[in-house]
């Protein structure tokens, strides 16, 4: 499985950014792809994933309201809506899948080791 994720840059508090990851990936099989998001010196957070077998969302509680994930089958993309943009909101987001027996969001979760592909970062930054 390959990721791509795209979208990334620079904007001001209260705007937006929608963020693309492409995803080599059989659709043939359960998978679920998620959003996480890593700023400098924290640690990884889980922000929002989405599933293709009921295309269930689940979503962090520092994002909800403000963040909305999707996915259009057709294009093997999975996007991240980011509106109200804030400073804090400011770090590098990884795309990751999981694959397997996948039911809900709220059974994969927003862990890291729930996910075992991983794309490379792009760079979200708000500025005030």
């Known amino acids: 499985v390959q990721l791509q994720a795209s979208g990334g840059g620079l904007v001001q508090a209260g705007g937006s950014l929608r963020l693309s990851c492409a995803a080599d990936?059989?659709?043939?099989?359960?998978?679920?792809i998620a959003w996480f998001r890593q700023a400098p010196g924290k640690g990884r957070e889980g922000v929002a994933c989405i599933v293709s077998r009921d295309r269930s969302t689940l979503y962090a509680d520092s994002v909800k309201g403000r963040f909305t994930i999707s996915s259009d089958s057709a294009k093997n993309t999975v996007y991240l809506q980011m509106n109200s943009l804030q400073p804090e909101d400011t770090a590098v987001y990884f795309c990751a899948a999981a694959t397997g027996w996948i039911t809900t969001a709220q059974a994969i979760g927003l862990t890291q080791n729930g996910y075992d592909h991983w794309g490379q970062g792009t760079q979200v930054t708000v500025s005030s």
């Open positions: 990936i059989s659709t043939s099989d359960d998978y679920a």
